[in-house]
């Protein structure tokens, strides 16, 4: 399963890896049907984040403190895991056996601990906690061993909880939640084709989505045992990427039906705005935001995938919908924080 994107483009080869005929979760119940516009733009700035001497540059992660992780594509072709500080790059390369790996890819931080995945000869996935300099693997009992498959290491919180995703060798895709050294597996109700959990909050609330039938991607959120949907108002597909790690914001990208180019999104407990570089010709594709609303993200453009950063300036109009249920967040009530909390590193 090879990486040339951020998480939405994991998901993607994960939702073409679980085809099957298992029934669809019905995640989406009792949630109001609200026909609305789809959400006005966020207003703010972008910027480029390009890695010196890489093709394609794929943010994928930002702290509070601004720290970026992601990963960047090399003339060769191999991928590799990079941080970002104040725009001093340092590259991530796991070895085995002495060999650099031909693809390394950081997908999610906190407090100094960087999470993600390589790939071994075989083209193998394997996930990874990076720490000190140390890189130590995570594979998911039950993952294949054969290209394609294999354990994506997507998010951890200030607990060293980590959460991610495993291809088996029948190509189907499970969540996991790696606790105290323990796997726990995830799956949406009732049976969905393909989960994939890949953000965590500082107070265990996660991020994800699962396959529908039909192959469509859905996304949520999940606490204490409850999946709850997120849909976009007025889009057909709403893919979730990440949550942040106090604030609640999630982030994703989704897509209206008659139009292949997908647009990113912000929600806020239930505000959406639509997020679009005005650099790109093609897609834009949200990765993850942190708690003061800068998101980053890569965009199609006429150079080719590029990286970027969002920084939110005057609020904008929002568009609000109601989650649904007694148990929807509030905005004092989903993802509290406490005073004097410090961010996340």
Same mark, same amino acid.
């Given at each position: 399963?090879?990486?040339?994107?951020?998480?939405?483009?994991?998901?993607?080869?994960?939702?073409?890896?679980?085809?099957?005929?298992?029934?669809?979760?019905?995640?989406?119940?009792?949630?109001?049907?609200?026909?609305?516009? @789809?959400?006005?733009?966020?207003?703010?700035?972008?910027?480029?984040?390009?890695?010196?001497?890489?093709?394609?540059?794929?943010?994928?992660?930002?702290?509070?403190?601004?720290?970026? %992780?992601?990963?960047?594509?090399?003339? @060769?072709?191999?991928?590799?895991?990079?941080?970002?500080?104040?725009?001093?790059?340092?590259?991530?390369?796991?070895?085995?056996?002495?060999?650099?790996?031909?693809?390394?890819?950081?997908?999610?931080?906190?407090?100094?601990?960087?999470?993600?995945?390589?790939? @071994?000869?075989?083209?193998?996935?394997?996930?990874?906690?990076?720490?000190?300099?140390?890189?130590?693997?995570?594979?998911?009992?039950?993952?294949?061993?054969?290209?394609?498959?294999?354990?994506?290491?997507?998010?951890?919180?200030?607990?060293? %909880?980590? %959460?991610?995703?495993?291809?088996?060798?029948?190509?189907?895709?499970?969540?996991?939640?790696?606790?105290?050294?323990?796997?726990?597996?995830?799956?949406?109700?009732?049976?969905?084709?393909?989960?994939?959990?890949?953000?965590?909050?500082?107070?265990?609330?996660?991020?994800?989505?699962?396959? !529908?039938?039909?192959?469509?991607?859905?996304?949520?959120?999940?606490?204490?045992?409850?999946?709850?949907?997120?849909?976009?108002?007025?889009?057909?597909?709403?893919?979730?990427?990440?949550?942040?790690?106090?604030?609640?914001?999630?982030?994703?990208?989704?897509?209206?039906?008659?139009?292949?180019?997908?647009?990113?999104?912000?929600?806020?407990?239930?505000?959406?705005?639509?997020?679009?570089?005005?650099?790109?010709? #093609?897609?834009?594709?949200?990765?993850?935001?942190?708690?003061?609303?800068?998101?980053?993200?890569?965009?199609? #453009?006429?150079?080719?995938?590029?990286?970027?950063?969002?920084?939110?300036?005057?609020?904008?109009?929002?568009?609000?919908?109601?989650?649904?249920?007694? !148990?929807?967040?509030?905005?004092?009530?989903?993802?509290?924080?406490?005073?004097?909390?410090?961010?996340?590193?």
């Amino acid at each position: 399963m090879g990486k040339t994107g951020g998480r939405a483009a994991l998901v993607a080869v994960a939702a073409l890896s679980v085809l099957g005929t298992a029934q669809v979760a019905s995640a989406t119940q009792g949630t109001r049907a609200i026909a609305l516009r @789809n959400p006005p733009a966020a207003k703010g700035s972008y910027v480029n984040v390009t890695v010196p001497r890489g093709t394609k540059t794929m943010p994928e992660d930002i702290t509070d403190s601004g720290l970026i %992780v992601g990963c960047f594509i090399l003339r @060769n072709g191999h991928l590799r895991g990079f941080t970002d500080r104040n725009g001093t790059f340092r590259t991530l390369t796991h070895r085995s056996g002495g060999r650099a790996s031909a693809m390394t890819c950081a997908i999610g931080a906190n407090a100094g601990v960087v999470v993600g995945y390589y790939a @071994n000869r075989s083209g193998a996935q394997h996930g990874f906690v990076y720490r000190h300099g140390v890189f130590k693997t995570i594979d998911a009992p039950g993952a294949g061993r054969s290209a394609g498959e294999g354990t994506i290491a997507m998010d951890i919180n200030k607990k060293g %909880v980590i %959460v991610g995703y495993f291809i088996t060798g029948r190509r189907a895709a499970h969540g996991f939640i790696l606790r105290g050294g323990k796997f726990r597996i995830v799956d949406a109700p009732r049976g969905a084709k393909g989960t994939v959990l890949n953000g965590i909050a500082d107070n265990g609330t996660i991020s994800g989505l699962y396959i !529908s039938r039909s192959g469509l991607p859905h996304g949520f959120w999940l606490r204490h045992g409850v999946f709850h949907p997120v849909s976009v108002p007025g889009a057909r597909e709403t893919l979730v990427a990440c949550i942040s790690k106090r604030s609640g914001l999630l982030v994703g990208s989704y897509r209206v039906a008659g139009r292949k180019r997908p647009f990113g999104f912000t929600d806020h407990h239930g505000v959406f705005r639509t997020l679009r570089d005005p650099s790109a010709t #093609g897609a834009t594709d949200p990765q993850c935001g942190n708690d003061t609303g800068h998101v980053v993200g890569s965009y199609k #453009g006429s150079s080719g995938t590029n990286g970027f950063e969002f920084t939110p300036g005057a609020a904008s109009p929002a568009t609000s919908v109601a989650r649904g249920g007694a !148990s929807a967040p509030t905005p004092h009530g989903f993802l509290p924080v406490r005073s004097g909390l410090r961010p996340a590193d």
